[in-house]
């Protein structure tokens, strides 16, 4: 009976997962409304996988205040001082050029957002991305590509996101002693090509100026738009958190007994599921080295999928006002690339 039971809850789990995949793109209402769908799938799968306790109601409404707190802080930061900010994105693109300020632009956020962490890149990220002088579809898929490049980044040491500090910290004793650099000397020579294949992308759509005159940028954003999506990114985060703990049964049944090639494309479930849960429950000190590089790279690699995938992706999104299926539709053909191209490397060498 209690196979049975096991079985059936699993079942559940995968319908559930199912839903957060496609609802999205099938219902117009969810999409408009994701947040509070997320929510309502994390607290549906922390019930069916029995998963309540008061420690996971805290973590729920804990997690979420760091990133929230940031999008607040930084959003009044930015309405207060946003014109200065269009003053020397302006400058910098007379100086460069549109094709290699849109490079470095994201290149650069990719890189440093290891010691900046991914919130603060991502926030930096929109804000440059709101100033510029793009169709509402070109900013999509700016923000993309950036996203995409903090993914990369933020791995490379333990403060750049909850990814690589679980990581680090799982592998601190023998026989990795994981310390600062472990993820930057493991995953650097991966992760550098992509940061400049994001910024090459980016500077494809530099044919024209991309900024404006400071004095010609829009009128801010008002308090409550800012409070608005302050509680939107609380209430996805923490729909996540619920969704993350109450699909583990699902995710310790399957991962860990996998095949490093069976695993790297399992793992393009981390688009739904936060990449630091499949991490904390995967990446364990017995993995070799090799199954460790398929993991990590495809983690990082399905990020970007969808907007659930990481936290970059949920914080421009929200402040740039980009749905799910525009979203997919930019980013999809570009991460499973990546994870073709990057599955055949990593089989060759």
């Not at 990114?233 to 619920?242: K, T």
């Not at 991962?255 to 490093?260: C, E, G, T, V, Y």
Request: charged share 15%.
């Amino acid at each position: 009976m209690e196979q049975t039971l096991s079985t059936f809850t699993l079942v559940l789990l995968s319908g559930l997962v199912l839903a957060v995949m496609v609802l999205p793109f099938l219902v117009h209402k969810v999409e408009q409304e994701l947040e509070i769908f997320l929510l309502v799938c994390g607290l549906c799968a922390v019930t069916v996988s029995r998963a309540w306790s008061g420690h996971l109601v805290l973590e729920a409404l804990k997690e979420p205040w760091m990133i929230t707190s940031a999008v607040l802080i930084l959003g009044l930061l930015f309405k207060k001082f946003g014109r200065y900010t269009g003053h020397v994105i302006y400058a910098v693109e007379k100086r460069t050029g549109p094709r290699i300020f849109l490079f470095l632009a994201v290149f650069c956020i990719g890189l440093f957002s290891s010691v900046l962490t991914a919130i603060i890149a991502a926030l930096l990220a929109a804000e440059i991305i709101k100033l510029l002088n793009l169709s509402a579809p070109e900013k999509t898929r700016l923000a993309i590509y950036t996203c995409f490049s903090i993914g990369f980044g933020a791995v490379l040491t333990p403060i750049g996101e909850p990814l690589s500090t679980i990581v680090v910290s799982k592998l601190k004793d023998a026989p990795y002693y994981a310390d600062f650099f472990f993820l930057m000397k493991l995953l650097g020579w991966w992760i550098l090509p992509g940061l400049v294949l994001f910024g090459l992308l980016a500077m494809r759509m530099g044919k024209k100026p991309v900024t404006v005159q400071p004095a010609e940028t829009a009128p801010g954003e008002t308090y409550t738009t800012i409070l608005v999506r302050t509680g939107k990114v609380y209430l996805f985060v923490a729909g996540l958190v619920l969704l993350g703990e109450g699909l583990k049964p699902l995710a310790v049944r399957t991962i860990p007994h996998l095949s490093k090639y069976t695993l790297y494309w399992l793992n393009t479930l981390s688009a739904v599921l936060d990449n630091a849960t499949v991490a904390s429950i995967a990446v364990t000190p017995e993995l070799s080295h090799d199954i460790l590089l398929f993991l990590l790279i495809s983690l990082v690699c399905a990020g970007g999928l969808l907007i659930p995938g990481n936290i970059p992706n949920i914080i421009c999104a929200a402040k740039l006002d980009i749905k799910t299926r525009a979203w997919a539709k930019a980013a999809l053909p570009l991460g499973i690339t990546l994870l073709a191209v990057y599955f055949v490397v990593l089989c060759i060498v």
